[in-house]
């Protein structure tokens, strides 16, 4: 009898720990940003104000279903790299890039868009919080001078945005990364 409770108890605690693994888990992919898509009218003029052409490399930090970065490939000829930790959003970007007949230009990235190599970005555009946009800031402004950042709807504290225009209700900031 004794061994059987042993048992069960062991069983309990190994059920306990799984359970305790995958709800950390599902906290570590508790996404810091909820996914809402920019509509389209807003990703022409994000492209719009930086002047989005074939020879951007764009990054979208926070892509979702990848619509900037498939739009600027498709219509300006740009080469571009989404990343977002969700891997549904990812699966439904490459689904959209196949669609598009862009998937030469395009790559989407399962990731952490803190730790994502943005050294080779001449445009970086971001739809996430202010909260966020204020942490990616130092890593912003190491880029190389000139690249181009286009915030939807939020901007980065004190660092005043070059242009900010007004499109259909929303809100589009942008900067260009000064010299150092």
């Known amino acids: 009898m004794k ?3 042993n048992s069960l108890s062991t069983l309990f605690m190994a059920v ?15 996404l810091d940003v909820p996914y809402v898509p920019t509509r389209q009218v807003v990703v022409d003029a ?3 104000i930086a002047k989005v052409s074939e020879n951007d490399v764009l990054y979208d ?5 990848g619509r900037i970065v498939v739009t600027a490939a498709k219509e300006r000829g740009a080469t571009g790299t989404g990343v977002d930790i969700d891997p549904e959003r990812i699966a439904e970007a490459n689904a959209n890039a196949r669609e598009a007949n862009v998937t030469d230009k395009v790559r989407f990235v399962e990731g952490n868009l803190f730790e994502m190599d943005l050294s080779e970005a001449t445009v970086v555009t971001l739809y996430l919080l202010p909260k966020v946009n204020m942490q990616l800031r130092p890593k912003l402004l190491q880029l190389k001078p000139g690249t181009r950042i286009v915030s939807h709807a ?3 504290g004190d660092w005043e945005p070059d242009q900010t225009i007004q499109v259909d209700g929303s809100t589009i900031h942008f900067w260009t990364v000064p010299e150092r």
């Open 154 to 156: 939020f901007d980065m």
């Open 16 to 30: 306990c720990a799984t359970v305790l693994m995958a709800a950390q888990e599902m906290m570590a992919q508790n």
């Open 3 to 5: 061994a059987i409770k």
């Open 61 to 65: 930090l926070g892509c979702g279903d």
């Open 46 to 48: 994000m492209l719009d």
